[in-house]
């Protein structure tokens, strides 16, 4: 036993400095890349491209499954963005709720014929389209349940205009998000087929108008330790796989793709738990196999507002379907390992998700077990497993506090002094027991993709509306996989605080 221990703690170690300095050098060039970005978005005039008539148009596909107390709202915001010509595509899978009833009493919206319709990509047959000439942006589109992919490839299908951008149901977008998406295409359009935009937490912030008005953390501590999360993830991540054109995953949130190459590919693959990697491997295995130049990009200045969990059974719901995702694509695109001509993707985008998602969770319960085995084995003194523990806190407070500094410069509404102070507190949290509790619900959602259990599980449904942590409703979803976070609604007047 003792020599296991031995042989397991080296392995670990070198685990642990490898993924130290694979996080430190995404950091850095985190850092780099957004001094770039600021530099370039300080002399960007947004208003004058969002009139200007030499911008592409974008049709913005909302797959919508049991969405009646959130639906409205989200629509009203969309429809208020700051972009010259674009259309709102409300495609209701299937719902077994009044979805499309509220749209069509609210909008007054009427049965209109399909024209110029062509099935680009395979989807579930359209049983309707909703119009009112009243509301020319507005498209719903009414169809039989087959899941968020055929959702949004009958949006595809019925798309008039070359981009198409993908939102999520219970976001909030910011009235410039989507014209500093389309300004980062516009810099080289043969190039830029995807785009990705910022998801932040709204949780604790003021909604007003369905826009946010002033960023506060939440008082709660699990909605606060996403915030940490999300802001590690996207800042100090994604940023710097965009840089090396690594990245895997464009959010099913909020992002933006040429229509034509989602079509080349075929669209969204049927019954995939993690469509929005899954479509974004899918690109660049396209382009790499044919040698097309070609980036996907992460814009951190798009910024898309989502509600977090904020009870352990819902997020810990929402953890298992993330991972089944990534067991489901990683095992779908395996042969793209170590092979030369994927070049990132395949030598280091890959096998990072494979060592540092997939089989964290058996490294870090499995530590934590060799700890414990240390102590009784009297192999260890305390001061060196203090140090060891003290080293591990280190370093995630030194990649949180890389991520909160990128934060902090990039966005017009920064965080007060307060919420950062107690963001630094939260990433001890985070190693301490939160990251142990993620590495179970990750060891769950495996042993669901074994057993080809897909159900999407219990989701509230919490209204932005109220201000409130009443849950609008609870049900269970197991036919769609839908969007990956709580639903909101955009708030009507007064201002409230999530």
Known sequence: MRSFLLNYGIVATYLIIGSSLLYLFILAISHQKMLSIIKSTMNSRYRELAGSEFVPPVSILVPSYNEELTIIESVRSL???????????????????????????????????????????????????YHNPLYPKLVVIDKA?????????????????????????????????????????????????????????????????????????????LPAIQYVEYMRAFLGGRIGWSAMNGLLIVSGAFGLFRKDYLVKVGGYEEDCPGEDMNIVIKLHKYMLERNLPYKIIFCPDAVCWTQAPDTLRVLGSQRRRWIRGSLWNVSRFRAMLFIPKYKVIGWLALPYTIVYEILSPYIRLSGLAALVGYVLLDMTQLPVLLIFLLVNLLIGMVFTCGSSLIEQFAFRRPLQTSDLLRIIGLSVVMAVGYDQINAW??????????????????????????????AAADRTDQDHQGPNHLTGTAAAKPATRL
């Open 441 to 470: 619900w990750k060891l769950r959602g495996q042993w669901d993709y074994l057993r080809r259990n897909n159900a999407w599980g219990n989701m509230v449904r919490r209204s932005w509306q109220d201000g409130t942590a009443e």
């Open 145 to 221: 349940n087959g899941g968020k992919a055929d959702a949004l490839n009958a949006g595809i299908n019925v798309a008039k205009y070359p981009l198409v951008a993908t939102i999520d149901a219970d976001s909030l977008l910011e009235k410039d998000a989507l014209i500093r998406l389309v300004k980062v295409y516009m810099e080289n359009p043969e190039q830029h087929i995807a785009v990705g935009g910022n998801v932040r937490i709204a949780n604790g912030s003021t909604i007003e108008d369905g826009r946010v008005r002033s960023v506060r953390l939440s008082p709660k501590w």
């Open 79 to 129: 429809m208020t963005l700051e972009f010259p010509v674009y259309e709102v595509l409300v495609i209701n899978d299937g719902s077994a709720d009044r979805t499309l009833q509220v749209l069509v009493d609210t909008f007054e919206l009427k049965p209109s014929r399909l024209t110029g319709f062509r099935p680009l990509v395979k989807s579930k047959a359209i049983r309707e389209v």
